[in-house]
């Protein structure tokens, strides 16, 4: 199936659009003021998306980090469809047709044993279960999804399609079958699967163990077509146990970014499934994947033989106390200086940009709009919302200002999903999100290829 992609003009500060019922507000300032017709586009996906009446708790179950992936000239999209099945679209960019397959040999169910978590692994609608994607050096694309304590649910592509996208005609018979592992034994309690790469490295994260407040963290490698490690005692970085608390946490880390070849991990920590339990940003960082150094460049932990533990010295780079407001979530990223940036829930409320000096390693922060961080390819560190593309200097805390508003109702029926990977390649932002069945992307050029 394909779509057509539809591109809206942006000669006038307001433009409405019946299809989407939106508009988008260019920003006077200077800084915006780049922003012209020629730099903002909107296409649809397709009309299929999971409707919001088949999930009984109402939650918003498709895009996430993942959920929008370029790889050599294309990009990708990856949802959960009106079929109850993952649906993944390709189209060529700048502008080309979308096209959409939905896979057909699994669907989303209420009573389907889904894994040994009991009745949380048998939920449905729950927002843990979105479908998330990568695409590896080697052109496979990786599917994982329907995950909330749940027996793995994973896929990809039979050949090498992405890395010569024209040469296959886009059908459900260019992936394989759903497995439950990942060349090893069987691996269950899994949840918040994610995908990671720098166009070289390609790693996988996955909670195994147990729930919040108790629950593991583990990473995979993948290169030349295996994982390696693929087992879940091999992949285990973070341990769930420490000497605090009721002698167990779990760590929920913004997705793990691999920059010129170095692992960066932020993350903080939560003692119980009451989200006012959550304390603490933590911070390490590998160059191999397997030995892992706090922020002070200390050897912390060996993946596999020795874990990080919420005790483990030099770990906590920002120490915030159980009881406040700050809340697991937010986003992390690392500029082409090698800065490290998170953005999250402070301990007040209010957002909060922690940032890493790649030099003096030291960590400072200030108070800042609330979004997702992407690192632009130069000096400029992006934050967007439902409503805004922000921009601000990747050093120091420099003024925000906003480059572009968008009427959230795109996203009134879904969460916000950000291609993570494109800006890098071609200078543009990408996000996607869906208003009814209507699944739709919105580009922004921000900077030259």
């Known amino acids: 199936m394909s779509i057509c992609s539809h591109r809206i003009p942006m000669t006038m500060k307001r433009i409405g659009h019946a299809l989407y019922g939106l508009y988008i507000v260019v920003a006077s300032s200077s800084l ?19 409707p919001k009446h088949i999930v009984k708790l109402g939650s918003r ?73 990568g695409i590896s050096p080697d052109g496979i694309i990786h599917l994982s999804f329907d995950h909330h304590l749940s027996t793995l649910r994973y896929r990809t592509s039979l050949e090498p399609v992405a890395n010569n996208p024209a040469a296959y005609e886009w059908t459900a018979d260019l992936f394989g079958p759903v497995q439950d592992n990942l060349g090893g ?28 407040g108790s629950a593991n963290s583990h990473f995979f490698a993948y290169k030349d077509g295996k994982w390696s490690p693929n087992t879940e005692k091999n992949s285990q970085l973070i341990d769930k146990r420490w000497s605090g608390g009721n002698g167990t946490v779990n760590a929920y880390p913004h997705v793990m970014v691999i920059h010129n070849g170095r692992r960066h991990l932020t993350w903080c920590w ?31 932990a060996e993946k596999g033989k020795r874990f990080i533990a919420a005790d483990t010295p030099g770990i906590a780079v920002w120490d915030i106390p159980p009881g406040t ?40 922060r200030k108070k800042s709009a609330s979004g997702k961080l992407i690192a632009g390819k130069g000096r400029y560190l992006y934050i967007i919302s439902n409503r805004e593309l922000m921009r601000t200097l990747t050093k120091g805390f420099g003024k925000i ?6 009427n959230d109702e795109l996203f009134k029926d879904s969460s916000m999903g950000i291609d993570r990977t494109r800006v890098q390649q071609d200078g543009w932002i990408s996000v996607i999100g869906q208003s009814g069945k209507t699944v739709s992307v919105v580009d922004y050029q921000v900077e030259n290829r």
Request: hydrophobic share 30%; glycine share 12%.
């Open 32 to 50: 915006a003021s780049q922003l012209t017709d020629e730099n903002i586009s909107i296409s649809v996906v397709a009309q299929n998306g999971m």
């Open 270 to 300: 939560r003692d119980t499934p009451d989200s006012s339990t959550c304390h603490d940003l933590c911070y390490a960082y590998s160059d191999d994947g397997i030995t892992w150094k706090n922020s002070r460049g200390d050897v912390v």
């Open 185 to 212: 034994h069987k691996i269950t309690f899994v949840t918040y699967p994610s995908f990671s790469t720098d166009g070289e490295h390609f790693a996988l994260y996955l909670r195994l163990g147990g729930g919040s």
């Open 61 to 133: 179950w498709n895009f996430g980090y993942g959920s929008l992936w370029t790889h050599k000239g294309w990009q990708y999209a990856a949802y959960w469809d009106d079929a109850k099945q993952v649906s993944i679209a390709r189209r060529e960019l700048p502008s080309g047709d979308w096209s959409v397959v939905s896979l057909p040999d699994y669907q989303r169910t209420e009573s389907g044993d889904r894994g040994k978590g009991g009745r949380k692994s048998r939920g449905f609608g729950d927002g843990h279960e979105k479908v998330v994607m």
């Open 401 to 406: 200002e906003t480059i572009a508003s968008v």
């Open 325 to 364: 407001r700050f809340l697991n979530g937010g986003s992390m990223a690392v500029d082409a200086d090698g800065r490290v940036h998170v953005l999250m829930r402070g301990e007040d409320g209010p957002y909060v940009h922690f940032q890493r000096d790649p030099t003096s390693w030291e960590w400072t």
